[in-house]
C-alpha cells in the first residue's frame, strides 16, 4: 500500500490556494475577507502568536460567504491538468492520499482519479471552521491509524520534509520536486 501527500506531490502546486483564487474570480465581493486573512497570516507567520490551525481557520473563513462545494466540479474541470502525469503509470487501487488540505476540496478529484481512501482535514465549508486538527505532520500519522489502522506502508511520497512521521512509517520513501521529478527521500 502506498501513501501520497496531495498538494506539490500529486498535484502541481497548492490546490487549495488555487480554489481559493478560483473561487475569487466568480465571487470579487470575497475581497472583503482579505483584511481578516492578512491579520491571520500575518499572527501566525510574523508573530508566531497563533497555531497553524487556528491561523487556516481564520483564512477559511471566506466560506461562509459562498457556496463552495457548488464550484468544486468546475474547479476540478479546470484544474485536473495539475495532476502529474506520472502518477497514472502507478496508480494502486489501496492507495491513500493524505493531505491538510480540505476534505471536501479533495473528494471530487479523488473520485475523479479512483482514490478510494483520503485522509484530509475536515473543514466545514460553509463556515470554514475545522472539525478536529489540521492533517499535517505528525498528525497524518495519527489520523491513518484511527481512520484506517494502519501504522507502516510500502511507499511514501511527498514534497515537504513535514511529512518525516510518514516518511519513517514507510519501507520506501520518495521526495517530490516542483517540476514533478521522484527521488528517494
Known amino acids: 500500500m502506498n501513501i501520497y501527500d496531495f498538494d506539490g506531490t500529486l498535484y502541481a502546486g497548492d490546490s487549495t490556494v488555487d480554489f481559493l483564487l478560483f473561487s475569487l474570480r466568480k465571487h470579487p465581493a470575497l475581497l472583503r475577507f482579505l483584511p481578516l486573512q492578512g491579520i491571520a497570516f500575518f499572527k501566525y507567520y510574523v508573530l508566531k502568536a497563533t497555531d497553524k490551525t487556528a491561523m487556516k481557520e481564520q483564512f477559511y473563513r471566506v466560506f461562509s460567504g459562498y457556496d463552495p462545494e457548488a464550484l468544486l466540479k468546475e474547479f476540478w474541470d479546470t484544474h485536473q491538468h495539475k495532476i502529474f502525469p506520472w502518477y497514472a503509470g502507478q496508480q494502486e487501487p489501496e492507495d491513500i492520499l493524505i493531505s491538510a488540505s480540505p476534505e471536501f476540496l479533495l473528494k471530487p478529484i479523488c473520485a475523479r482519479l479512483g482514490i478510494k481512501h483520503l485522509i484530509a482535514s475536515r473543514v466545514d465549508p460553509k463556515t470554514g471552521r475545522y472539525q478536529g486538527k489540521n492533517c499535517h505532520g505528525a498528525e497524518k500519522v495519527v489520523r491513518l491509524k484511527q481512520?484506517?489502522?494502519?501504522?507502516?506502508?510500502?511507499?511514501?511520497?511527498?514534497d515537504s520534509y513535514s511529512d518525516t512521521p510518514l516518511a519513517e512509517i514507510a519501507d520506501k520513501a520518495y521526495l517530490v520536486k516542483k517540476d514533478g521529478s521522484v527521488v528517494p527521500w
Open 147 to 158: 481512520e484506517l489502522g494502519y501504522d507502516h506502508c510500502t511507499a511514501f511520497y511527498s
